[in-house]
């Protein structure tokens, strides 16, 4: 009798746990998860640079911290056509920034690191890259937008508009590179290679 | 006690059970609307957001301020739902005074834009921190509920970014350029939220009881209400009441259990009832284990005189009535005394008494039996004799597998049964052992000792004469 009796909770039992397990499932759907992601290679530091034009002038952004830009093989297999530059999938251009600047620049404020105050060039302060990934959720214009942390190794996607909407201006004329007089579509990128001696 | 705990536990598995469930949906709904509420007002606002930042950078490509003036007094127009506000990246408000004008032409190197004399009202001060956060680095929107007044507002900063394109009037100095300020008026979506989470609680809660209700005396229809009658059976049968029945018309397990119970009593009752035709040593050992053993016993054994004339005298079929009527009156009597009808052998009782003063009681047995006879004309002149020994008997189980009494074996009973077939009717012969142990019983007398031969002893024995009340009085 006993036993029957508890047996009978057993179903019970089994009804709280998926109530249980139903509710745990809601509230876990509801907290938001981080991408974990590795998309910028560890021996980028070997890629072409995309340009010689020596990046030390100030930007808004930087400011006039040290920029060196490099770009994978695939990058370099972009293509120009009427309607403008485009890059192919799988393109990784990595900015870094070296040395720290004055101004409210990225190269100045304790999130990116201060350090070669006395000019002195080694580790960047901060890795700025552009992931070409035209199908990713997390893709703005084309370009998944990230910064890496040299110190952790940490990469972050830049979720806001920020990156991409200054970058929106590498599609008309502007006032690097070649200034792109002509307002060409230029994928976002504002120093395409070949095109980095100022319109005459 | 546990048919309270059972409907108490039902009760319990019902409610928690409904409350887990419609507390789980209402939540769901109710965050589902909330959260459709906050995505719906945000979207919005983004969206907002995006319409002035770009029509902000297309006025000022081409420098024309005083539009962007006019627009923005404009926008307070729209509607009292939304409030429009732009700052410069140091939190003073946008378009009040000439200091930008002045830089954008020190950095052209030429008067380009004319200082104005007219300004719009100042905007009241952004709120920190949040306005830090927005016009900060990595500079981010950045959207907040807002209390002013009784009102609750959904705030937007969107920062305005020095884009290359901006860089050639206003310099390469800074990133962030300014900062949109963007608030819509949410007091009544609360308040309709409110009443929405009011409503889901309420409607959840009344649901709940009102289904608890239901299903609870439903399943006290179903379930508790058989379970209690079939106890009440069960109980009343405990205690000797075996006419209960339990009643339910039903074509379930529990009609099934209640029919079984049904069975269960009708098969308990007949069992019952057999009980009175065996002897309590034949139960006692039931219950307790049929292992034989030896054990300290009084043996009474009786039989009817006159048995064979009587058949003569009124025939077979008449002989029934009366002897059973004799046999009743004798194991009455014996019971009354605490002895055990072991048998009924034709017109032979054997009687077993157990017990300290088991003697004496199997002797003051015999004497109201004897007295039997002063009712003589009920048992048309009838009478039994008797015999009564004691000793060391083994008491067990004997039969076959199929049919077995629990009955004594031993010397004793072979003597009591030979002292009564030696006594004459209304007499009771006590064999010394048993006189021994009741000689000192002033209520008991006896004459003796005489020797008799019985059956099966080489040597006499030495038995006495139990005698009944009025011999005694009389001597």
């Not at chain 2, 157990?354 to 009681?361: C, L, T, V, W």
Request: charged share 25%; aromatic share 8%.
């Amino acid at each position: 009798m006993l036993v029957q009796t508890r047996r009978s909770a057993g179903p019970a039992l089994g009804l709280f746990a998926c109530m249980t397990a139903l509710l745990a499932a809601l509230g876990a759907s509801c907290s938001r998860q981080d991408a974990t992601i590795d998309l910028v290679a560890v021996g980028y530091a070997s890629w072409r640079p995309t340009t010689e034009v020596v990046l030390d002038y100030e930007i808004p952004g930087h400011m006039d911290s040290l920029r060196r830009i490099v770009m994978n093989e695939t990058g370099f297999q972009f293509k120009e056509g009427p309607a403008g530059v485009s890059f192919p999938e799988g393109t990784v251009i990595v900015k870094e920034i070296l040395l720290a600047g004055s101004g409210d620049g990225y190269g100045a404020g304790p999130a990116y690191g201060v350090g070669g105050a006395d000019g002195s060039r080694g580790r960047p302060n901060m890795i700025t890259a552009m992931v070409k990934a035209k199908d990713d959720p997390r893709a703005q214009g084309g370009w998944i937008w990230l910064m890496k942390d040299p110190e952790s190794g940490m990469e972050s996607v830049v979720g806001q508009d920020l990156c991409y909407r200054c970058h929106l201006n590498a599609n008309e004329a502007y006032p690097y590179a070649d200034g792109n007089p002509a307002g060409q579509f230029r994928d976002f990128v504002f120093f395409v290679p070949g095109k980095d001696e100022p319109a005459p | 006690m546990a048919q309270l705990s059972l409907s108490a536990k039902i009760n319990a598995i019902v409610v928690s059970t409904l409350a887990l469930g419609l507390g789980a949906v209402a939540v769901a709904y109710t965050a589902s609307v909330v959260r459709a509420r906050q995505e719906l007002t945000s979207d919005a606002l983004n969206r907002e957001a995006e319409i002035l930042y770009s029509s902000i950078e297309n006025f000022m490509m081409v420098g024309e301020a005083p539009v962007a003036i006019r627009f923005f007094s404009d926008l307070r127009n729209v509607g009292e739902g939304l409030q429009v506000g732009l700052y410069r990246r140091d939190g003073m408000g946008a378009f009040i005074d000439n200091e930008t004008i002045e830089t954008v032409n020190l950095n052209l190197m030429r008067p380009r834009f004319a200082p104005k004399s007219a300004f719009p009202e100042r905007v009241r001060e952004p709120e920190r921190p949040y306005f830090d956060a927005a016009a900060g680095m990595p500079p981010e929107t950045v959207q907040f509920r807002w209390e002013e007044g009784g009102r609750s507002y959904e705030r937007l900063y969107r920062p305005l970014l020095n884009l290359p394109k901006c860089t050639a009037c206003h310099g390469s100095d800074h990133t962030v350029r300014g900062v949109i300020d963007l608030r819509t008026d949410v007091t009544q979506f609360l308040a309709a939220q409110r009443s929405v989470v009011a409503f889901s609680a309420g409607g959840a809660a009344a649901l709940l009881a009102a289904l608890a209700a239901l299903i609870t005396r439903f399943i006290h229809t179903i379930v508790v209400r058989p379970v209690r009658s079939i106890g009440k059976v069960c109980g009343a049968v405990t205690s000797g009441d075996f006419t209960g029945r339990v009643e339910v018309a039903r074509r379930d397990e529990l009609g099934t259990l209640a029919e079984t119970v049904n069975r269960m009593v009708e098969g308990l009752y007949e069992r019952y009832e057999l009980t009175k035709y065996v002897s309590r040593g034949t139960l006692s050992s039931i219950a307790g284990g049929q292992e034989p053993k030896r054990v300290q016993r009084t043996l009474l054994f009786s039989d009817v005189r006159g048995f064979t004339s009587y058949t003569e005298r009124h025939g077979a079929d008449a002989i029934v009535g009366v002897l059973n009527k004799l046999l009743d009156a004798q194991a009455g009597i014996i019971q009354a005394h605490g002895g055990d009808i072991d048998k009924f052998v034709g017109d032979e009782v054997v009687a077993v008494f157990s017990g300290d003063d088991a003697p004496y009681r199997a002797c003051q047995a015999a004497l109201d039996i004897a007295a039997l006879s002063s009712r003589a004309a009920e048992f048309d002149g009838l009478m039994v004799g008797m015999g009564i020994a004691s000793g060391s008997v083994v008491q067990g189980m004997v039969g076959s597998k199929r049919r077995a009494d629990f009955t004594v074996i031993g010397d004793p009973v072979n003597i009591a049964a030979r002292l009564c077939s030696a006594a004459k009717a209304g007499q009771t012969l006590v064999c010394d052992c048993s006189y021994d142990a009741v000689k000192d019983r002033p209520e008991l007398s006896f004459s003796g000792p005489y020797k008799a031969r019985l059956k099966g002893k080489a040597e006499a024995q030495r038995v006495y004469l139990l005698k009944a009340a009025d011999e005694r009085r009389e001597a």
